[in-house]
C-alpha cells in the first residue's frame, strides 16, 4: 500500500490542500480543502491575512485526518518574494505585507544609490522587480526599523512549516526569489546584506528542498488528535513545485510556463546565467529541485483576466471565462495590443481602463467594447510568450521544439490555441495541479519512495493527461504581422 501526503498550495487567489497517494508509480490526487486567498487593505497598506490563511491550514489537516488514511507527511508551497518577521517569543512583529503595497514603488531605485542594478544582477540573477523582498526589506527598514531588530526573516511557505513544526529555516527555492541570494554560492550574500544596510542577524539557514524540516507540534497534534505527521520542505516556491511537475516530452527540447495569476515561461539550466544580455532581456536565475536553475521570465499572466473579470462583476456584469472566451472570439484580431508587463496593470484597480490607457498610451486607438478589451489581453498574452520565448532561444542558443504549460492558466483554451497558433510550435498543456503534484513528489523523495527529479516527472506522464494544441494552418502569416507590430511598440 503505497503513502499518502498532504500538499498545502497557497496562490496569490487561492489556496487548496490536496492529498496525494503513490502507489504502484501513479500519483493520484484528491482535492481535501480550497479556500479564497487575496490582499487586505489596513491603514492605507495592502496586507495578506496570514491568520486566516493559518486557519485554513488547520481546517485543511482535519479534513485529512478526518478522512481515515495516515498522512506521512506535509509540506506548503507559495509565491515568492512575501515574508514575515518572526520574534523571539515565536510571534511576528506584523502580518505580512503584500507584494502590491505601493510602500514597493522606488525601493529598487532607492537601493540602486548604493548597488547599482547591474552588480546585483551579477551577483543574485534576478529580473528587476520592485517588489523583490530586497527591495520589500528596505522599504520595510525605512518604515518601520525596530521590526527588523531580534527578529528572524521567513518567506511565506517557511512561516507555515514553522507554525507546524518549529523550524525557523528558509527553504532554497523560495530564498531564491529574493534577490538576496548568492546565485553562484546558493547562500545568503552577506556583502550585499550590509551594503543595503540590512542586518546579517535576520537570515536564518537554507534548507534544501526534499528535505524533512521536523514532525508536526505537539500542540498541533493534540488539537489535531492526531499522532506525529512530518513536515517537510518541499519546493516551496510554487513555480519551482511547477516546474519540477513539467512532464516533458520524451525526445525533443522543451521550454515551460507555469501559469497562473503570473506566467513564468524559461527553461532548466545547471548554472545560472548572469550575463548582461540576459539582465537586459528580464530573465531570472531561480532555484529549482536538484540544483537545478530555472531561468524564466516573469510575464503579468492571468491576472490580466482575473482583474478586468472582478471589476465588471462589480459593476453587475460577472461573466464566466468561458464567456469572456467567447466574447473575445467575437472581436476582430490584433486590432489592439499591450504590453502585459506594463507597470499600470500590476496593481489592483480598474483593468479595462488601465488596458484601454495603455493602448492609447502607444498611439493605438483604444478598444471599444468588453469583446475588444479580452481580445485585446488573449493576443496580447501569447504575442508576450512568443517575445520571451525569442530571447530564452537566444540567451541559451536552443531552439525549443515544445512548450510545456502548466497550472490553472492551462483552462483558458483560448489562450493555450493562441499561444501554438502564435510561436507555431505544439503547446502541451497540463496538469492542472502541477503545483501540487510537484510538492507532493518531493515529499515522496523525502521519504525515499522516489529518487530523482527525472523518475517524478515519469510519474506525471503516467498520472495526467496532457492535451496537444498544435498550430492552425493558415494562421501564421497574420500572427507574424502582429508580433512584428508588437516589436514596434514595446521593445524591450
Known sequence: ??????????????????????????LTLT??????????????????????LWSEIKTGLKKAIAAG?????????????????????????????HYRDKRNNGADDKLFEKVSEKDLYSRTGLQRMSFNTLFQLCAHQEQHPQDLQDTTLLLMPDAITYLLCGKAACEYTDASTTNLLDAKKRSWDMELIERAGLPKTLFPEIAKPSTVAGVLRKELQEELACGPISVCHAGSHDTASAVAAVPAPGSGHWAYVSCGTWALLGAEIDKPILSELARKAHFTNEGGLDNKIRFLSNIMGTWLLQETRRVWGEQGNLFSFPEMEQMALSAQGFSTMVNPNDSRFLAPGDMPSNIVEACLASGQAA??????????????????????????QKLLRVRYDYLNIVGGGIRARLLMQSVADCLGIPVLAGPVEATAAGNLLAQARAAGDVCSLSASRDIVRMSFGVEEFKPEGGCKDAWDQAFAKYKKLFAS
Open 367 to 392: 478598444p471599444d467594447s468588453k469583446a475588444e478589451v479580452l481580445r485585446c489581453i488573449y493576443d496580447s498574452l501569447a504575442l508576450c510568450f512568443r517575445a520571451k520565448l525569442e530571447e530564452l
Open 31 to 52: 482535492e481535501i480543502h480550497r479556500f479564497e486567498n487575496g490582499p487586505v487593505e489596513k491603514d492605507g497598506a495592502l496586507y495578506w491575512d496570514f491568520d486566516a
Open 1 to 26: 500500500m503505497g503513502r499518502r501526503y498532504l500538499a498545502f498550495d497557497l496562490g496569490a487567489s487561492s489556496g487548496r490542500a490536496i492529498a496525494g497517494d503513490l502507489k504502484n508509480g501513479k
Open 69 to 97: 488514511k495516515p498522512i506521512h507527511s506535509v509540506a506548503a508551497d507559495t509565491w515568492g518574494v512575501d515574508y514575515v518577521l518572526l520574534k523571539k517569543d515565536g510571534t511576528f512583529a506584523r502580518p505580512p505585507y
